[in-house]
């Protein structure tokens, strides 16, 4: 009657490729192997080891597209609004340094590069070293515009570790349309092979609107990954940046189940996919946190609110503070920036509001989560204590 | 939140144990969030799932399994305590007499979750069930009645015949684990009434398949908190993945010093009887 079903755990989840690539960086990297040993062994605690992604040079880019969450953060959208560069003070390279230092301390052992496009900045190869190589797995998300064989021999020389290229669409036009960048797919199939080539850790990003996910053009993009042995994460598309008032855009649960059962067919996962033996959940903080070029910390790339400056505040602090707030900390299965419209209004609002007084983004945290914690009693951080109240009955 | 008070009744309008203070809750209202459907399966056909795959004796009938349904409906309707208990979303279920094993963690690996497994599998063929320990953590040996939980009477009762009853899955939706065991304390009806755990819970699901099925709305994350693992950062749960369902054991812990209080965790209340 019954049939037996295996349990899986920590021994068993890691497929023998991820073993194999553990066991690697127990020799190439010892310090990135002791960490993520030492993140396995105390998650049960609440331990957290996220990914720290780093937006530089002022999230300059070289295109411009339709769904872009960056563009308020670019001087080329500050210059139409303002008329002047973005004024604050970029961190610098022993910023840089420093963060990695006690991002290390904390445990993490995953860098993000990102920008807009990271290959523009003409640091970046500082910026690299003063990472850190040995100690951070370096990953380098790029639109592949510029990424050809010179580029990727480059990346593995400094010690780079994987490169995460964007392609929206598996049909060609398709892509370069949205990406209104005319030639990017093929510079995208380049950077693949590239990458290839040079035996670097690759997956292609995608950004998904709603029903895409049901489109033949996604079936085929999924086989065309599984084929080329390619893992391919999945983005939702989310109503901020250039996309703030799409709404129609924002995925329905629909959309997300249809891709949760995909995962079981192709190598294909999103940012809450269950990974590292934890469920799929959230991972606002405790699975990502993006560092603005000013230091601000938010605790999701797709945010406009910090929860903190790390050239004000140690990050230790910082990240206590964002696991205590109610939306950030808790778990939760949604994508709450991608689907859930109470979070997606509260966002909003405080951006908006803080736009009229500013155009600087993210809104600072004294302005956008404290205040919630106020004003909408959104925020639990001391209102809910740690102690349980016995009770006599 | 209001001081406890035993002389009125305990549930909100929406079936929800309403939280006094000193509980730990991710809202004082709770909000709706996170939705299960009202299971249309009829007490013929959560009887017919558990015969086929939780080895329910057959001399059961439909009729004696709505029969002690019923009548404990009405018992608890007649309870001013448990006034709007049966407000929120109530599951039916009948679930076995224990099989061979003592040791809980040796009966959910198993027999339970494979019986959850075999039910689930065949009304969803192209969805999942998978069951994930966190860390190196196991089952076998590991598991206890949680105190307070009241649990210890539903295994005794379990032992010695098959249980029907109903299943509240959101009736203490936002309580944290913690709060979850405590709170049992206000409860009346010590004999009948428990904390959730593994075999009910597991038996609603094996009657009940589509429970944590909902393509509109986020269901709850249901915390099997009558029952406590060695290792006290962890927490025992079944939980979607999508359309898919999942049981997991995984860390309690928000951070290293405080237990969650999420929106989404929900534990559960059980009414239950024997049923001969």
Redesign the interface.
């Known amino acids: 009657?019954?049939?037996?079903?295996?349990?899986?755990?920590?021994?068993t989840?890691l497929t023998g490729i991820e073993e194999k690539k553990r066991q690697d960086q127990s020799e190439v990297r010892p310090r990135v192997h002791e960490k993520i040993q030492n993140f396995?062994?105390?998650?049960?605690?609440?331990?957290i080891s996220p990914i720290l992604r780093l937006k530089t040079n002022r999230s300059l880019c070289n295109f411009h597209c339709d769904h872009c969450c960056e563009e308020p953060y670019m001087d080329r959208d500050l210059k139409k609004k303002t008329g002047s560069r973005d004024p604050r003070k970029h961190m610098t390279i022993e910023d840089y340094a420093e963060l990695s230092r006690q991002a290390d301390e904390y445990g993490i052992f995953r860098f993000v590069l990102t920008g807009g496009e990271a290959l523009l900045d003409k640091n970046i190869e500082e910026l690299i070293v003063a990472l850190d190589p040995m100690k951070h797995l370096i990953i380098l998300d790029t639109n592949g515009w510029t990424f050809d064989e010179e580029k990727a021999r480059w990346f593995a020389s400094l010690g780079g570790y994987k490169v995460q290229i964007s392609l929206d669409s598996y049909v060609e036009e398709e892509h370069d349309s949205f990406r209104k960048k005319p030639g990017s797919y093929k510079r995208v199939m380049r950077a693949i092979k590239a990458s290839k080539e040079e035996g670097l850790e690759l997956l292609l990003s995608t950004c998904i609107v709603k029903d895409r996910v049901f489109s033949q053009e996604f079936e085929d993009f999924c086989e065309y990954c599984s084929t080329e042995d390619i893992p391919l994460y999945v983005t939702l598309v989310k109503p901020v940046g250039t996309a703030r008032d799409q709404d129609d855009w924002v995925c329905a649960?629909?959309d997300?189940?249809?891709?949760?059962?995909l995962e079981?067919k192709y190598n294909i996962f999103t940012h809450m996919t269950?990974s590292y033996?934890?469920?799929?959940k959230c991972i606002t903080v405790k699975g990502i946190n993006t560092v603005n070029h000013d230091g601000e910390i938010i605790p999701c790339p797709y945010m406009d609110l910090s929860i903190g400056n790390v050239t004000h505040m140690p990050l230790a602090e910082i990240m206590?503070r964002g696991?205590?707030d109610?939306w950030l900390?808790?778990?939760?299965?949604?994508c709450i920036i991608g689907e859930?419209f109470?979070f997606i209004k509260f966002h909003n609002d405080s951006v908006a509001k803080h736009l009229k007084k500013s155009p600087l983004l993210p809104v600072p945290y004294e302005q956008g989560f404290a205040i919630a914690g106020k004003e909408d009693k959104n925020i639990?951080i001391s209102t809910?204590?740690?102690t349980?109240?016995?009770?006599t009955? | 939140m209001r001081p406890?008070n035993?002389s009125q009744t305990l549930f909100d309008d929406n079936g929800r144990r309403i939280p006094?203070?000193?509980?730990?809750v991710?809202n004082e209202i709770s909000l709706p969030?996170y939705k299960i459907n009202q299971s249309k399966t009829s007490f013929e056909g959560i009887l017919s799932n558990s015969r086929?795959?939780a080895?329910i004796d057959s001399n059961i009938t439909a009729e004696s399994f709505e029969s002690v349904c019923m009548g404990l409906k009405k018992k608890a309707q007649d309870e001013p305590l448990l006034k709007n208990l049966f407000n929120g979303i109530q599951i039916p279920f009948i679930c076995p007499k224990a099989l061979l094993e003592d040791d809980l963690g040796i009966e959910l690996?198993?027999?339970t979750?494979?019986?959850i497994?075999?039910s689930f599998k065949a009304v969803y063929p192209?969805?999942?069930?998978?069951?994930?320990?966190?860390?190196?953590?196991?089952?076998s040996g590991k598991l206890s009645v949680a105190t307070d939980s009241r649990y210890e009477r539903f295994i005794e009762a379990h032992r010695n015949g098959a249980i029907a009853g109903w299943y509240f899955p959101q009736a203490l939706q936002e309580y944290?684990i913690?709060?979850q065991r405590?709170?049992m304390?206000?409860l009346p009806f010590y004999d009948g009434l428990t904390l959730s755990g593994g075999l009910d819970t597991a038996a609603a699901l094996v009657g009940s398949p589509d429970l944590l099925i909902?393509?509109?709305?986020?269901p709850p994350?249901l915390c099997l908190s009558a029952l406590k693992h060695d290792?006290e950062?962890?927490m025992l749960c079944f939980?979607?993945?999508?359309?898919?369902l999942?049981f997991?054991c995984?860390?309690q812990?928000?951070?290293?010093?405080?237990?969650?209080?999420?929106?989404?965790?929900s534990g559960g209340l059980t009414l239950f009887a024997p049923i001969d």
């Open positions: 009657m019954q049939t037996s079903i295996p349990l899986f755990s920590q021994d989840i396995f062994r105390d998650m049960s605690s609440g331990v649960k629909e997300i189940d249809h891709l949760k059962n079981d269950p033996g934890q469920p799929g206590d696991m205590k109610k900390g808790p778990y939760r299965d949604e859930n109470n639990a809910v204590g740690n349980i109240t016995e009770v009955v | 406890l035993n006094y203070e000193g509980m730990r991710f969030y086929q795959y080895s690996e198993k027999i979750l494979p019986s497994a075999s192209e969805l999942h069930f998978k069951a994930t320990l966190q860390g190196s953590s196991q089952l944290d913690a709060s405590v709170q304390k206000t909902n393509a509109d709305d986020y994350v290792d950062r962890l939980k979607s993945y999508g359309q898919h999942e997991w995984m860390s812990m928000l951070t290293p010093e405080v237990t969650q209080v999420s929106e989404q965790w």
